[in-house]
């Protein structure tokens, strides 16, 4: 996963709104292809992991309670210039101030309930994606 590869969650609102097959086609049109992928729950252990580097904001409580209130799809993705051209197709972290188009301006409830994760550097979604994804799923 070096440079041109990215790891994204379906976050728990947007598979809640049966927005899973809507935004898949959103990263396959963005000409992102899926090299790995599961539909899955994390517990509120996994989340308080994952979201370690939250753990002084302020929001992290709410953040660990929400991502592990229901199913999501987690999934590593592969493109050149992968996490920059990802964070663009998702848009702002506030749905009311992302791009037209973008996954979060389309399918995002509020910021907290925000449709979908993007990795936000490369060391990170190699991180991440090892998180979800064991040597063996990872092609
Ligand atoms: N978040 C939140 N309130 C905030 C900022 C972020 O609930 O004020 C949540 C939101 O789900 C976001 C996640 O915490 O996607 C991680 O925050 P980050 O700043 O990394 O935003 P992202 O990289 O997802 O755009
Ligand atoms: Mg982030």
Do not use: C, W
Not at 10 to 27: H, M, R, S, T
Not at 77 to 106: C, H, M, Q, W, Y
Not at 119 to 125: T, V
């Amino acid at each position: 996963m070096q440079g041109n590869r990215t790891f994204t969650m379906i976050k728990p609102d947007a598979v809640e709104n049966n927005y899973i097959g809507a935004i898949l086609d959103k990263i396959n049109a963005g000409g992102f292809v899926i090299k790995a992928m599961k539909f899955t729950q994390l517990s509120k252990q996994d989340a308080e992991q994952f979201y370690a580097i939250h753990k002084e904001r302020p929001f992290y409580g709410e953040l660990v309670e929400y991502m592990s209130s229901g199913p999501i799809v987690a999934a590593i993705l592969e493109k050149d210039s992968a996490v920059a051209d990802f964070r663009t197709l998702i848009g702002a972290t506030n749905p009311a101030e992302a791009a037209e188009g973008t996954i979060r301006k389309l399918y995002a409830k509020d910021i907290s309930a925000n449709a979908i994760h993007g990795s936000d550097s490369d060391e990170n979604a190699q991180i991440e994606g090892r998180f979800f994804f064991s040597e063996r799923e990872i092609h």
